[in-house]
Structures are given as structure tokens and as C-alpha cells.
């Protein structure tokens, strides 16, 4: 291990213990003592993920060309978020700084998350300013009408996300009838050549809006953004709950003269088509204290199983393999579920045979153009104070040239602790 990745997990486990010290000769009734304007939070993670890497993966001889079996990765995060209060202001910050160590690469990594203003004149209107992770939608795995955000990793869709630079203004008022709720939250998010880089390369001003009702027990959202950096689309989405232990949602997106870029004898083309992106889920709570989550998810502008064999094919038999790997990634070949069709099932039960403390998930994503598909069983442990260790299976299945069988690992074993403060 590189000796400055050591010296990042020895500050980690440092800073484990600090926390646990303070947390064991301070202890106060809080309650006793008026609230304080600042608050602080976070936590400090250590993770080890060993994996079987798949060498009959196309991109297996670019990404590992001395012919590595296996992959053992440590990889160290630390994020602090604090929030400060006066009056009817308020400064809120998120920073996350992260290590990684491997047999083929060492990385270091961080910055803010998040660093913004926002002050509320009123019970209705608040105002916003600096950078702010933003996130819209009902979806849990995907979020269609996402406009303004960096995208999630379905696999794991509550990992923290950095946001963007914007401006916001959020109007809420309360109503008798059958609207119960109105609300409109408008959004100015500006890109230049040094300014919110990873929302576009087009040097713009975007403006996004979102428009919010409650209808009975109807939550409902429509949502629109200009033609910037992104192209522009509109798009709708709902919650509803048709029992009190059974919710269902759903999001749909329009966005016209979508560019794809895609294979024509070898070479990348630039094509537009009109794509609708939609999503319908639902959520339910049995008796036995097991939650369900299932999502079915389209894109029109995703590649279609020939469209992606032919890029699978042409990275197998390229002269420069690593040209066309970067080609893929900037196409959208390589993204995350790059493909059209999707179902999303995730089963979780809370202290099963009344195992205290524990909790046991199953996750599944299926690709239904090729059949192929990702396993991910874990096991969570929270009796220790303040902490957490998850332990997690991910277990790629699939053909060659399909989605999850090209995948460059076979499957991946992770083991993660973390602790809060």
C-alpha cells in the first residue's frame, strides 16, 4: 500500500477514535441547554472491496493489461456537513474527501458537496444561493426529470452527490378544497468555461422551474428546463398512496431532438431523435416489517442490444483499444445503464428472526433487452455505537457483449464501516 494512502486511513482511524472518545466524556442532556445556532455532523467510512475481474470483458486488456485476476481496493471517505442559524437565515455546507488504493491505481480526492445561503422571508418564500444538491423526483433507483442534478448509481442510490452552483427561489402556500398545496421553486444555474463544468460544456444560462400541487392525497410535479447546456425537455411526475402500507409513483420526461452519438461503419455519428424517459414504481410494507421496492424504467435515446455489440465488437477488434474506449465514454456506451429497458427489485427486512440491530437486503437491476443482470445481497450491523458495517455481494450475470456480462468485474465482495458523529 502507498504510503500516503496509509497515512489517509491512519488519520481515519484516528478520527474514529477521537469521535468515539468525545462522544463517551461528553455525554450531557442536551435537552437541557438551549439549541445551538451551529450544528455539525458526518462521517468517516473505511471500505475493502475485493473482486473477481472478468478477463473475457472487452475492455478487460485496456483497463488491466499486465493480466491482474483480482482486484483488493481500500478505499477511505470522510464527509463533515454543518449547518449555521440566525433569524431566518441560514449557511449550510457538505464536504467530502475520499482515498482509494489498488493494485492498479492510487487516488485522492475532495472538495464541497455543497455550500449555499438561504434565507426565509415568510411561512411561503424562500430564496437560495451558492452550491446545492438539488433533488427532484419520486423514483428511488432512477429519476427522469432529474434536470438539474448529477446522476445516481442505481446499484446504490444513496450515496452522497455533489451539486451545482445555483441561484433558487421556492414559493409554497396552503389552500382549502381540493388543491391542498401549491408551490413553485424556480431555479437559475449559470455554466462557463470555469463554472459548473460537469453540467454541460456550453457556455449558458439555464433556468429550470418546477411546479408542485397536492391533489386530495396526490402529490404531483411538473417540471421544465430551457435549451442550454442541457438539452431542453419538460417532464411530470407522481406519488400517491394507495393504502397506507402501499405507495405508487411514476416520472415521465419529453425531451426533443435528443443528440445521440452512435456507430456507422466504425465510425461515431451524430443523430437526434425525439426521447420520452419514464419510470413506474411502486413501494410496499408487509405486515412482517419487509419493504418492497419495484421500478420499471425506459429511455427512449438508449442503445439498443446491436448498437451496443457493435461498439463491443469494434473495442475487441480496434488496433488503439484504448482510442475507443474513451470514444465509448464520451458517446455513452460506457455510462451507467447506457441501454433502453430496465427493472429495478429490491426486497429489505428489518431484524429478521428478531436479530436485533440487523437488517438483511436483495437487490436486483435487469436489463430486459439482453437478459442480463446484477445480484446484490447485503447485511447491515447498527448495534455498535454510532456505527455501521455493511457487508455486500454485487454478482454480474450476463453474456458476453451484453450489458452486465462486458462488465470488468464478475462479481465484487465489499465490506464497509462506518462511523457517525
Not at 78 to 101: C, F, I, K, P, V
Request: proline content about 4%; charged content about 20%; glycine content about 8%.
Amino acid at each position: 500500500m502507498k504510503t500516503g494512502f496509509s497515512a489517509l486511513l491512519l488519520l481515519l482511524l484516528c478520527w474514529i477514535g477521537f469521535g468515539a472518545a468525545v462522544a463517551e466524556e461528553f455525554d450531557f442532556d442536551v435537552g437541557s441547554f438551549e439549541k445551538s445556532p451551529f450544528e455539525w455532523s458526518g462521517y468517516a467510512e473505511l471500505r475493502y472491496e475485493h473482486s473477481k475481474l472478468n478477463d473475457t470483458a472487452a475492455l478487460y486488456p485496456v483497463n488491466y493489461p499486465t493480466g491482474l485476476g483480482n482486484l483488493n481496493r481500500w478505499t477511505g471517505i470522510l464527509e463533515l456537513a454543518a449547518d449555521y442559524h440566525w433569524d431566518q437565515t441560514r449557511l449550510s455546507g457538505r464536504w467530502n474527501g475520499s482515498g482509494q488504493d489498488d493494485e492498479n491505481t492510487t487516488l485522492l480526492d475532495g472538495g464541497l458537496y455543497e455550500l449555499y445561503l438561504s434565507h426565509r422571508f415568510d411561512e411561503a418564500l424562500t430564496v437560495e444561493a451558492g452550491k446545492r444538491a438539488l433533488k427532484w423526483g419520486k423514483g428511488y433507483a432512477w429519476n427522469p426529470v432529474a434536470f438539474i442534478e448529477r446522476g445516481k448509481d442505481p446499484s446504490d442510490p444513496d450515496l452522497s452527490r455533489e451539486g451545482f452552483t445555483l441561484g433558487q427561489i421556492d414559493w409554497v402556500k396552503s389552500l382549502g378544497g381540493e388543491i391542498k398545496t401549491i408551490g413553485v421553486s424556480a431555479v437559475l444555474l449559470p455554466v462557463s468555461n470555469e463554472l459548473n463544468t460537469g453540467f454541460g460544456q456550453k457556455v449558458s444560462i439555464n433556468v429550470a422551474a418546477k411546479f408542485y400541487m397536492l391533489i386530495h392525497d396526490i402529490d404531483v410535479d411538473l417540471y421544465v428546463l430551457n435549451n442550454g447546456a442541457r438539452p431542453g425537455r419538460i417532464g411530470a411526475d407522481f406519488s400517491m398512496n394507495l393504502a397506507t402500507n402501499f405507495e405508487l409513483h411514476g416520472e415521465w420526461a419529453y425531451i426533443p431532438n435528443y443528440p445521440r452519438k452512435v456507430l456507422e461503419n466504425s465510425l461515431l455519428q451524430l443523430r437526434h431523435r425525439n426521447s420520452h424517459t419514464w419510470l413506474l414504481g411502486l413501494r410496499y410494507l408487509t405486515e412482517q416489517d419487509t419493504t418492497w421496492i419495484a421500478e420499471y424504467y425506459h429511455q427512449d435515446h438508449g442503445y439498443s442490444p446491436a448498437e451496443m455489440r457493435a461498439y463491443f465488437n469494434l473495442l475487441g477488434n480496434s488496433a488503439n483499444p484504448t482510442a475507443v474506449r474513451d470514444m465509448g465514454q464520451q458517446a455513452g456506451f460506457l455510462r451507467i445503464n447506457p441501454m433502453r429497458d430496465y427493472i429495478y427489485l429490491r426486497a429489505s427486512q428489518k431484524e429478521p428472526f428478531e436479530w436485533l440491530y440487523t437488517s438483511f437486503a436483495a437487490t436486483t437491476i435487469y436489463n430486459a433487452q439482453d437478459q442480463s443482470a446484477t445480484l446484490i445481497p447485503e447485511f447491515v450491523y447498527t448495534g455498535f455505537d454510532n456505527s455501521e458495517l455493511r457487508l455486500r455481494m454485487n454478482v454480474l450475470l450476463g453474456d458476453q457483449q451484453s450489458e452486465y456480462g462486458e462488465k470488468l468485474s464478475e462479481y465484487k465482495f465489499e465490506m464497509r464501516m462506518r462511523y457517525f458523529f
